[in-house]
């Protein structure tokens, strides 16, 4: 192999290590968050799908922020609209997944009020989703810089990055 290819298959690996580092790091401390608002909730009996409504909202928020400044600062940036409403798409996707497993534990299999049920399949849902999250930040939000096609400018004068 040439040395370039050499350097590139290097530069590529530590940038993917890179990422799925950080992307834990934000992970993990959304988790404690989701993971602490949920339970909070479920103590003083606010139902197990509201709880977790309210628990992803902070957490995610707080990930937006640690994703965009920390797991992909790196990667080529569109405008903040896109991305937000992307991550928070992509986000909104996994909550109703969450919910939709939540629900069916909750009801129809009766594991409503028992807290140790609820929080493995919570987890459960939270680590299908953190493996849709991850693919799906890296596709759709936080581009690489080769996935960029031109800078240009729209109707109001704002600048923007097309996709490919």
Same mark, same amino acid.
């Given at each position: 192999m040439s040395n370039s290819l050499v350097s590139h298959l290097r530069s590529s690996w530590r940038v993917l290590i890179k990422e799925i580092v950080a992307f834990g790091i934000v992970g993990f401390v959304s988790l404690i968050i989701d993971l602490g608002i949920y339970n909070l909730l479920l =103590?003083?009996?606010?139902?197990?799908?509201? !709880?977790?409504?309210? !628990?992803?909202?902070? %957490? &995610? &928020?707080?990930?937006?922020?640690?994703?965009?400044? +920390? !797991? #992909?600062? =790196?990667? *080529?940036?569109?405008?903040?609209?896109? @991305?937000?409403?992307? #991550?928070f798409a992509i986000n909104f996707v996994a909550l109703v997944g969450a919910e939709v497993?939540?629900?069916?534990?909750?009801?129809?299999? =009766?594991?409503?009020y028992d807290?140790?049920?609820?929080?493995v399949v919570n987890l459960f849902t939270i680590g299908l989703g953190t493996l849709f999250r991850f693919w799906a930040y890296k596709r759709f939000? +936080?581009? %690489?810089? $080769?996935?960029?096609?031109?800078?240009? /400018? $729209?109707? @109001?004068? /704002? *600048?923007?990055?097309?996709? !490919?």
């Open positions: =103590h003083h009996n606010i139902g197990v799908l509201t !709880s977790k409504l309210v !628990s992803t909202i902070v %957490a &995610t &928020t707080f990930a937006y922020f640690g994703n965009l400044h +920390f !797991s #992909f600062s =790196h990667r *080529a940036r569109t405008t903040l609209g896109r @991305e937000t409403s992307f #991550f497993v939540l629900a069916v534990f909750a009801y129809p299999l =009766h594991y409503k807290h140790l049920v609820m929080n939000v +936080f581009l %690489a810089p $080769d996935r960029v096609i031109a800078a240009t /400018e $729209d109707p @109001e004068g /704002e *600048a923007y990055i097309a996709a !490919s």
